[in-house]
């Protein structure tokens, strides 16, 4: 089970650092990632991160911006967003996958309930 937190209502310019915590005690052996989803858009990616945590991937709409990382003691996979747009605005998911670091949502097995991100102009 995966869950996210962190979200909520910033302005333009602003951060937010969302967190996903997993029940499952073999989080370590998961390689994880964000997407998001704007109303009425596809799932996008934004970041992944391996199990170890010593390979990252990012979209280049947040490169730059976004870091990931990931905490394997507690179990938690953060996404630090700075200098957030409007066009970040979308319910933000974290997923995760045994053996793929990509952009493919099909291919991460198992989904967070998502968490809202607001940013206001």
């Known amino acids: 089970?995966?869950?996210?937190s962190g979200g909520g209502l910033v302005q333009?310019?602003?951060s937010l650092r969302l967190s996903c915590a997993a029940s499952?005690?073999?989080?370590?052996?998961y390689n994880m990632a964000?997407?998001?989803?704007?109303?009425?858009?596809?799932?996008?990616f934004g970041a992944a991160i391996s199990w170890g945590g010593g390979f990252t991937n990012y979209?280049?709409?947040?490169?730059?911006?976004?870091t990931i990382s990931r905490d394997n003691a507690?179990?938690?996979?953060?996404?630090?967003?700075?200098?957030?747009?409007?066009?970040?605005?979308?319910v933000y998911y974290c997923a995760a996958s045994t053996q793929y670091t990509g952009s493919r949502a099909a291919l991460?097995?198992?989904?967070?309930?998502?968490t809202q991100v607001t940013v206001s102009s």
């Open 34 to 44: 964000w997407f998001r989803q704007a109303p009425g858009q596809e799932r996008e």
């Open 12 to 14: 333009a310019g602003g």
């Open 108 to 114: 991460y097995a198992y989904w967070g309930q998502g």
């Open 1 to 4: 089970q995966l869950v996210e």
């Open 74 to 90: 507690k179990n938690t996979v953060y996404l630090q967003m700075n200098n957030l747009k409007p066009e970040d605005t979308a």
């Open 24 to 29: 499952e005690r073999t989080f370590s052996s």
């Open 59 to 66: 979209a280049d709409s947040v490169k730059g911006r976004f």
